[in-house]
Nanobody
Framework: QVQLVESGGGLVQAGGSLRLSCAAS????????MGWFRQAAGKEREFVAA????????SYADSVKGRFTISRDNAKNTVYLQMNSLKPEDTAVYYC??????????????????WGQGTQVTVSS
């Protein structure tokens, strides 16, 4: 089992950058597929990015490709989401997700076993 705590959200102007962090407690962090989802007000939770546990391969939603970068530091039990060139439409609550030895990249929230409490990101125009 793993517990996830996100941090790094806040208010930023369009074009700016933020880095989200997700600290995981529990064992075997290196064996968890890690990901980020987001949920805007009145909308469904949507996939943002994922990083695999076995080879650190990454995948991204088309809407963030080229602007966001997911990475992990297994020594610190932490996954990051570097967000550059932010747009107002990136405004949402961002959630960290984990799945033990998950295969590939699941774009569906049902494919993930553990969730953080979320951190708000607001991008002003």
């Amino acid at each position: 089992q793993v517990q996830l705590v996100e941090s790094g959200g806040g208010l930023v102007q369009a074009g700016g950058s933020l880095r989200l962090s997700c600290a995981a407690s529990g064992r075997f962090f290196s064996r968890y597929r890690m990901g980020w989802f987001r949920q805007a007000a009145g909308k469904e939770r949507e996939f943002v990015a994922a990083i695999n546990w076995s080879d650190d391969s990454t995948s991204y939603a088309d809407s963030v490709k080229g602007r966001f970068t997911i990475s992990r530091d297994n020594a610190k039990n932490t996954v990051y989401l570097q967000m550059n060139s932010l747009k107002p439409e990136d405004t949402a609550v961002y959630y960290c997700a984990a799945d033990f030895q998950g295969g590939g990249s699941s774009i569906y929230a049902t494919g993930w076993g553990y969730w953080g409490q979320g951190t708000q990101v607001t991008v002003s125009s």
